[in-house]
């Protein structure tokens, strides 16, 4: 997350606002850079309820998911928060498994 912070600071600045004034009321099928998806999303994750065809890369994909994540409630999140923990074990788990069984042969 810092990461993205520092990337806004940094090339953010170096628009000026009238730039700035045109990459903000881009449409989904006018963006082309990183740079003006990253924009479209940040001004937009409140309003999209689907996740964009042209949107859909590995890095867009992971923020849509921690935004899905940051909306749940209290319960939710605890609820999500020992499926994690289960999770964890089980992989846990079927490493030591898988580590022994391999010892054994």
Avoid: C
């Avoid at 810092?2 to 730039?19: A, D, Q, T, V």
């Avoid at 964009?52 to 899905?68: D, M, Q, V």
Wanted: proline share 1%.
């Amino acid at each position: 997350m810092m990461s993205l912070i520092f990337f806004i600071k940094r090339y953010w600045s170096n628009y000026s606002l009238f730039e700035r004034k045109i990459i903000s009321h881009k449409k989904v099928e006018e963006l082309e850079t990183g740079f003006d998806k990253w924009l479209y999303i940040l001004k937009n994750l409140n309003k999209l309820d689907r996740i964009p065809e042209k949107l859909k890369e590995n890095i867009f994909l992971k923020l849509f998911e921690t935004a899905e994540i940051a909306k749940f409630t209290q319960k939710e999140y605890q609820e999500y928060q020992e499926y994690q923990e289960y999770e964890d074990s089980l992989k846990y788990y079927r490493d030591l498994k898988n580590s022994f069984d391999m010892a054994k042969k």
